[in-house]
Every structure is written in C-alpha cells, then in structure tokens.
C-alpha cells in the first residue's frame, strides 16, 4: 500500500505544492510547527534516509537546500531548520522549519492555519524557489 505522500506526489491527497523534480517533492506540512514548515521526500518510497544511496541522498540534500533558501527568503527567520525523524510516515522526509529561535522546532507543538493563510504562504516561498 502507497504511504500518504506517495499518495500526495500522485496527487490523491491534495498538497500545498512548493517544487519537485523527477526524483523529489516539496510541500508544506498540513500540522505545521512553524508557518513555511516544509518536508522533502523522495517520489521513490524509501523509509529510512540513510538507506538512500549516497548519489542521491546527496541530490535530495541539494534539493532540500533549495527549498531551504526560497523558505529563508519568503519568511521572515533566521535560518531554516532541518530535522529528519522519520517514525511517523515510512516514506523518508525532511523537515524544514523556520526558526528565529531554538524553541521554534518543538514537534509537539502544532499550528492550525486556515487553508487561505496556507496558500498564501505556499505562495511566497513558490515565488522564491530556484530550481
């Protein structure tokens, strides 16, 4: 069976898309830590990034540090964070989350925003995404 985010790169599951190519896929996270909090996965499932092989864990990095750089400049932070837990979906991701401050990457303290202000945020980093 499809984990959630194949479902969501297959877009079974609607998303609030940031970018992909042919091997990754950015959106941001519905229960957010931060506003801008992202995940990176691989389209292939893979559960444990470290069963990545090197080549394209190397290319997922480069492609979570572009996502990275649209977050820091369409939200007003810091740095962005990366944290990669990987326990609650088996598919790998990466977390990028916005920080101004070591409290920012608390896991269990969640956001609820409103679809619009979601889109209006997926919008600003979409709009500073290099690819």
Do not use: W
Request: hydrophobic share 45%.
């Amino acid at each position: 069976m499809a984990t959630i985010f194949s479902r969501i790169i297959q877009g079974e599951i609607p998303c609030y898309k940031i970018a992909e190519n042919d091997e990754f896929f950015a959106f941001l996270d519905v229960n957010p830590i931060q506003k801008g909090h992202t995940l990176v996965v691989p389209k292939e499932e893979i559960s444990y990034i470290f069963d990545i092989d090197d080549d394209k864990l190397g290319r997922y990095m480069a492609f979570a540090k572009k996502v990275a750089a649209a977050i820091k400049e369409a939200i007003p932070c810091v740095k962005v964070g990366i944290a990669v837990v990987g326990l609650e979906v088996p598919h790998s991701h990466i977390h990028l989350v916005p920080l101004n401050n070591v409290n920012d990457m608390q896991f269990e303290h969640k956001l609820t925003l409103p679809k619009e202000e979601m889109e209006e945020i997926r919008e600003k980093i979409v709009s500073k995404f290099k690819a």
